[in-house]
């Protein structure tokens, strides 16, 4: 019997395997094609000028903490979707997703204006005036490239929740291409067009926004008419809103937290001075685009968790829980060794061989590199704690765990390393270890000794 009971359980395991894989690979292409629009407005701006490419690190993880907090109601429509999907109610699915298009319209509204005075703002967090110019004109125009963003997000986070998702990659992809042709003209300008530098990586940022949202609305609409998804969309929801609110500014203010760590770190790098920023901008975009491997898989893990939890099957949701751990440790370790096996090539690929700074720029962003293999694992594991933790709707807590993880262990840890212990970069990045292993332990904590047990408190 026992030898029975084992069997079953492997084969539940390679079932999980195939699962979390087949919707997740889909959604870990979409995010590696959907970063890769940011990584291409890196590099091209890195081959303009040094200037531009420290003024975009800044304004561009300024942009990305917004966007993130917005997110949140996007991301509540996963495992609110699943969960509804799982019980049969088409009606709550409309609900939800319509009102996380409105409170991601509200949100973008809300921004427009502190947005305005960019410069001004980078200025007070001690930016040098060249790059806080150049960074408040970026802002002042991908504002508008907002609420694209946030209704997009919304799109995706619906079609994934009802196992959807090879088309966000095609689409993504799609926009991919588009927008490397855009910013090759506009930034350089090539083809007949005005050369615009870091106006026109913004400029090339909304528009491909813009035509993504349309795009993944279209194919929702073309593929499931019967929900009605865009029916009578002008007429708010009190209850729906209040409910995706509820979810989903957790959700946003857990994101921000995380976010506004390496924003954070990228402020006092900044401080440390031009080449530094640039550098660390550098490690920081190859650091985030193979965590987009993680972001897709946590997504599916957190669609596998709604059903489980819309289902209150507990075994399911643990065995399901363990398995995306494995997956994403194991891709921590594969992306370890190419760190430590070809640094110099994968800095280099920013950086203008002619450019007078190349070689300053890539002595330090190889340090980097290789210190951002310390934090493969802890990242790993903090972000399938959080995407379980969201599959169970379980968001207030986890949020607490974030903030003090990020902002009161993380924050002081890189300020008292790079500037007083005077470790400068390293520092800083040390720092950054020592919040997202907190943040492992605390949600993984969090969600192992209490949240994975709400599906049995609530038969």
Known sequence: MRLSNLMSSQTSYRTHVRKLLTLGLPLVGANVAGFSIHMTDTIMLG?????????????????????????????????????????????????????ALWLSAIYAALLAVPFMYADAMLLAMGQEPAVAELGGTYLRIAIFGIFPALAGQVMRSYLGAIELTAVQLWITLIALLA?????????????????????????????????QMLALMAYVQAKRPDVQLFRRIWKSDN??????????????????????????????M?????????????????????????????????IRASRHYGARNEPELRR???????????????????????????????????????????????????????????????????????GVQDTRVPMW??????????????????????????????????????????LGWRFWAQSVRITSLKH
């Open 320 to 390: 399901g829980a363990i398995v995306a751990y494995g997956v994403s440790l194991s891709f921590g370790a594969l992306v370890v060794l190419i760190y430590l096996l070809i640094p110099s090539v994968l800095v280099s690929l920013f950086i203008d061989p002619s450019d007078p700074a190349r070689d300053a720029v890539l002595a330090l962003g190889i340090v980097l590199l290789m210190l951002s293999a310390l934090f493969q694992f802890v990242d790993a594991a903090q972000i399938v704690a959080l995407s379980v933790l969201r």
């Open 239 to 268: 209850e729906a809103m209040g409910q995706v609110f509820r979810l989903g500014l957790p959700i946003g203010l857990t994101s921000f937290a995380e976010s506004a760590l390496f924003v954070g770190t990228s402020v006092m």
């Open 47 to 99: 081959w303009y000028s040094v200037t531009s490419l420290a003024a975009v690190t800044v304004a561009a993880g300024i942009w990305f903490i917004a966007f993130v907090i917005g997110a949140g109601f996007a991301r509540a429509v996963t495992p609110m979707v699943a969960e509804a999907v799982e019980q049969g109610d088409d009606i709550r699915v409309r609900r939800v997703t319509r009102m």
């Open 179 to 211: 927008n490397g042709f855009v910013n090759y003209a506009l930034i350089f300008g090539n083809f007949g067009a005005p050369e615009l530098g870091v106006k026109g990586a913004a400029i090339a940022s909304v528009v491909v926004q813009l035509v």
């Open 401 to 442: 765990h974030a903030c003090v993880s990020y902002w009161v262990i993380g924050i002081p840890c890189s300020y008292i390393m790079a500037f007083v212990f005077d470790w400068g970069p390293v520092g800083l990045w040390l720092g950054l270890t020592v919040g997202l292993g907190m943040a492992a332990i605390l």
């Open 270 to 302: 900044g401080w440390i001075g031009e080449i530094e920023l640039a550098a660390h901008g550098i490690a920081i975009q190859l650091t985030a685009f193979m965590f987009m491997f993680h972001v897709g898989m946590t997504e599916a893990a957190t």
